[in-house]
């Protein structure tokens, strides 16, 4: 299957008077046309900032791209003009923000905000465009759309206005979608609703998708692939099914263990990962992980992980390190 688009040893440092926050950190991966890679973590790990270099929307200063590739059909979007970019935002590269009601202008009609899309990427007429808002949001299952085109941001529910924010995104035919929380400010009926809209546009328009989340039930529901951030790495990459049947970092397995469980009874504790996910800017030596890994040696505090493959994972533990791995046979700490 075709790359569709490559990251390569991603790094975007934010440059402030605490010190640099490096928010991406040597971050690569890739995605086939028509799959769905998902993105978790918790908030701060790194996900948003990776969508936010990926569009080069990164707000400079104090942010900054200070290495790596995005490559979008072989070629490289970091080094494109910013006028040949804006091309591919929205035409080529859609995305969904968290909130839409911050991304849409409260002033104008949805009508007038997905028409102005069209006109900017597609060259095409008012009246031409218009009709092609009309038919968006009845293909993201609007009722009455000739009417809701009239309307303002403020006279929709939370619901309309996320499936405005992929409606607009959708308008121009984009390859890829990337979805910042798509769902995260909406109730558990309408967050259904919403992945099964997405994933029924992918499978009609071919489209791949990027997915970030915190919700891992989120990341079973749409996502072929997961990677799993922290700290502004990844720290496991692996296909969706073998990721939740066999978490390897510690992290992830934290992270699937916290998730409520339908059959569990109400005295039974949920379990959380202790601690705190550290300052940006005071980040402990060795694995980021370590004072809160419930597996971490003395090794972890003094030594930085690399990427390894073990079982069709790629992970960033030294517990699978070959030159490490005895240690962990006496059992946790």
């Known amino acids: 299957m075709e790359k569709l688009i490559e990251v390569k040893g991603l790094k975007t440092y934010f440059y402030t008077e605490d010190g640099v926050v490096k928010a991406v950190d040597d971050v690569s991966f890739s995605i086939e046309k028509g799959k769905t890679l998902g993105i978790v973590g918790e908030s701060g790990s790194g996900k948003s900032i990776t969508s936010l270099s990926i569009m080069r929307l990164v707000q400079s200063p104090p942010g900054k791209i200070v290495g790596g590739e995005v490559l979008f059909h072989g070629k490289d979007l970091l080094k494109l003009p910013i006028s040949e970019m804006r091309q591919v935002r929205g035409n080529d590269i ?42 968006m949001l009845s293909l993201v299952g609007i009722p009455n759309p000739e009417k809701r085109v009239k309307e303002y941001p403020h006279q929709l529910s939370g619901g309309m206005r996320q499936r ?23 109730d558990v009926t309408i967050q259904a609703q919403i992945l099964d809209l997405i994933n ?19 990341i079973a529901e749409v996502a072929d692939d997961v990677i799993v951030m922290y ?9 969706v099914h073998a990721l939740f049947k066999n ?37 402990p030596e060795g ?7 419930k597996y971490a040696k003395e090794i972890c505090t003094k030594r930085q992980p690399e990427n390894l493959e073990v079982d069709g994972h790629i992970v960033r533990c030294l517990k699978y390190d070959p030159e490490c791995s005895e240690l962990w046979k006496e059992g946790a700490r």
């Open 200 to 218: 029924a546009l992918k499978q009609e328009t071919g489209a791949a998708i990027i997915m970030i989340t915190h919700a891992l039930g989120v």
């Open 231 to 239: 700290c502004g790495k990844i720290v496991e990459h692996a296909e």
């Open 247 to 283: 978490p390897l970092h510690p992290y992830t397995e934290g992270l699937l263990q916290s998730i409520p469980k339908l059959n569990q009874s109400d005295d039974v504790k949920l379990q959380s990962i202790p601690g705190m996910v550290p300052k940006m800017t005071q980040m």
């Open 164 to 186: 405005v924010m992929i409606a607009m995104a959708l308008s121009c035919s984009p390859e890829l979608l990337i979805c910042d929380e798509p769902t995260t400010a909406l």
């Open 94 to 135: 859609a995305m969904i923000f968290q909130e839409p009601m911050t991304s849409l202008n409260p002033v104008f009609t949805i009508g007038r905000q997905i028409a102005e899309a069209v006109i900017l990427h597609q060259k095409t007429d008012k009246k031409t465009a218009w009709e092609k808002a009309v038919q």
């Open 287 to 293: 694995c980021p992980f370590h004072p809160r890994c």
